[in-house]
Every structure is written in structure tokens, then in C-alpha cells.
């Protein structure tokens, strides 16, 4: 039985997270395809219109943990993710673009107005579900499992550097300052881990029951980013798969 197996090292552990990754939504079809140059210009519209959603849920995600947790040194770290997606007025006036607003800019950069983005009209049924499922997670569970369930950051530079690298060439009709976005959360996306990780471990590595659940908690991050690229994949009716099969995520119960 589980409860008898001696929990893993913290190495050994911190492998086994990673090795979550072989299902991040880097691998669907969707972005396979955004790689390779084969989306048209208006299924990259979609696919910003609808992870638009994501992104404004990011900061209400990151405020539930805040509410959660009881920890006054990770509360003085975590709360940097909102400013990071919000934005900062600095006292003397300037402002400090975050990712919500470049987020904005990539929707322009792809040709479409700030109302199509930020009225969210062009949002998926689907893509709503499973993103409000993920900040319902973080209002409802233990701050630890929350902060364990962002852990797909672990994977999160390598596909943001791939869109910096590809796109230029791949879809030369976006606007360069477009990328913006991906740029700035190469840093941010490194340091988030390393807190996020650092808890993570910390947390969940008292014994093999935890480890597994934590297993779980972020193969469910990861069904919610799957789903995305589902939903968005059904909103691009004509989009074509080029006969390339992919594994659904498995369901996982909290209870």
C-alpha cells in the first residue's frame, strides 16, 4: 500500500514532477501546429481571443492563494504574480506594462482590435470551463496544493522561447512587438518556479502519499491547459491535424 512506501528524495521527487511534463499542451495538436507554421491567420486570432480568458483569470487565481495562505514570507513573494499580470503605477506616474496589457498588444500584433479581445466575445464555452475550474481550485483547496498546481511553469519558458524563435519566420506578418508578452515571462516564468518548486517540495515530500497527490494535483493543471487547446482547436473549425493522434488526459478525483 502506498502509506507504507517510503517517500522519495526531494531529487527524486522533483523528477518525477518533471517528468509531467511529456504531457504539457506544448505536445497537442493545436501547438504543434502553431510551431510548424500551420495555423492560419485567423486561428491565431482564436487562440489569442480565447487565452485572453487565461490570462485575466491568472491574477483573481494567484489572489484566492493569497487569501489561502497563512504564510507571511510566501504571501511577500507570491503576491508579485499579480503585479506581474496588473501592471504597477509607479509614484511618479509611469507604468509598468504587465501581462495583461501585453497580452492586448499580442491580439493587435495579430490584427485584432482591443474591444474583440478584451470583450471576450470570442471566448469558448470550453475554454471558460476549464479555466474557472482552475481558479475555483485555488479558492477552494489548501493554499500548498494551489501553489503545486501552478507548477506547469516548470515547463512554460521552453514554449515561450519556442514562439519567440518561430514566429518571426513562421507567420512574418505579426508585428515583432507582439512577442512582448513571451519575452517577459521567460524571467518572470524562472523565478515563479523556483518558489513554487521550492514549497512544492517542501510540502508534499513528508511522505509517498502527499507525493502522489501532488502528482495529481498538477496532472489536473495540466488536463486544464489540455482542454484549452482542445476548446480552441474545436472554435478553429477548419484547422487540420495532418492525421496526428493525441491522448486525452486522464480525470482525476480529488475526493
Known amino acids: 500500500m502506498k502509506e ?28 504543434v501546429m502553431m510551431y510548424e507554421g500551420k495555423l492560419s491567420k485567423e486561428q491565431l486570432q482564436c487562440w489569442v481571443a480565447n487565452r485572453f480568458y487565461y490570462q485575466i483569470s491568472i491574477p483573481m487565481k494567484d489572489a484566492a492563494i493569497l487569501s489561502n495562505c ?89 514554449i515561450h522561447q519556442q514562439r519567440i524563435s518561430s514566429w518571426p519566420t513562421m507567420y512574418p506578418w505579426i508585428k515583432a ?9 521567460l524571467t518572470e516564468a524562472r523565478r515563479d518556479v523556483e518558489q513554487g518548486l521550492g514549497v512544492t517540495l517542501d510540502y508534499f515530500s513528508t511522505s509517498r502519499e502527499r507525493q502522489l497527490k501532488a502528482l495529481d494535483i498538477l496532472q489536473f ?18 484547422i487540420k491535424t495532418d492525421g496526428r493522434d493525441y491522448l486525452r488526459q486522464p480525470v482525476i478525483n480529488f475526493d
Open 70 to 158: 497563512n504564510d507571511v514570507e510566501v504571501r511577500k513573494q507570491w503576491i508579485v504574480r499579480i503585479t506581474d499580470h496588473d501592471g504597477q503605477d509607479a509614484e511618479d506616474g509611469t507604468k509598468a506594462v504587465g501581462g495583461i496589457e501585453a497580452w492586448i498588444q499580442l491580439g493587435d500584433a495579430v490584427g485584432l482590435t482591443r474591444e474583440q479581445v478584451t470583450s471576450l466575445k470570442m471566448v469558448s464555452p470550453g475554454v471558460k470551463f476549464a479555466v474557472d475550474a482552475y481558479v475555483n481550485f485555488a479558492r477552494q483547496r489548501p493554499w500548498q496544493e494551489s501553489v503545486c498546481s501552478s507548477l506547469t511553469e516548470l515547463f512554460a519558458p521552453h
Open 4 to 31: 507504507n512506501l517510503k517517500p522519495w528524495t526531494r531529487e527524486e521527487f522533483e523528477e518525477k514532477l518533471r517528468e509531467k511534463g511529456k504531457g504539457y499542451h506544448i505536445y497537442h495538436p493545436f501547438h
Open 177 to 185: 512587438e507582439g512577442l512582448s508578452y513571451f519575452k517577459k515571462r
Open 221 to 238: 493543471k495540466l488536463n486544464v491547459l489540455w482542454v484549452i487547446a482542445d476548446s480552441i482547436m474545436l472554435a478553429s473549425t477548419d
